[in-house]
C-alpha cells in the first residue's frame, strides 16, 4: 500500500490550494478515504471524509464550507480543495484509510 500527498506549499491567508493523495497496492474502490491535518500544538486532526463512492460524509467543523474532498475512482487520486485558507489551517497534511498513511505535505499559510 502506498499513499503519496503533492500539492502543499506556501499561500497568502484567504488563497486557495488542492491537496492530491495517489493511492496504490490495494483496491481503491472498495475503501472510504480521510484527509487529516497535524500540527504540533493539536496532533493529528480528521478534516474530511469521502466514502467508496465519492460521497462526502464528514468535515470538521474547522473546515466546513471552506474545504472540499472528492476523488477520481479512475485514477485512483483523492483530492482536497482548500479554499479561503486561513494561518490556522498551517500543518502537514495527511491522506489515510484504515492504519494507512502517506507521508505528508506541508501547508504553510501565511502573509
Known amino acids: 500500500v502506498q499513499l503519496v500527498e503533492s500539492g502543499g506549499g506556501l499561500v497568502q491567508p484567504g488563497g486557495s490550494l488542492r491537496l492530491s493523495c495517489a493511492a496504490s497496492g490495494f483496491t481503491f474502490t472498495d475503501y472510504g478515504m480521510n484527509w487529516f491535518r497535524q500540527t504540533p500544538e493539536k496532533g493529528r486532526k480528521l478534516l474530511a471524509t469521502i466514502t467508496h463512492v465519492g460521497n462526502p460524509v464528514y468535515y470538521a467543523d474547522s473546515v466546513q464550507g471552506r474545504f472540499a474532498i472528492s476523488r477520481d475512482n479512475d485514477k485512483n487520486l483523492v483530492y482536497l480543495q482548500m479554499n479561503n485558507l486561513k494561518p490556522d489551517d498551517t500543518g502537514v497534511y495527511y491522506c489515510?484509510?484504515?492504519?494507512?498513511w502517506g507521508q505528508g505535505t506541508q501547508v504553510t499559510v501565511s502573509s
Open positions: 489515510n484509510f484504515n492504519s494507512y
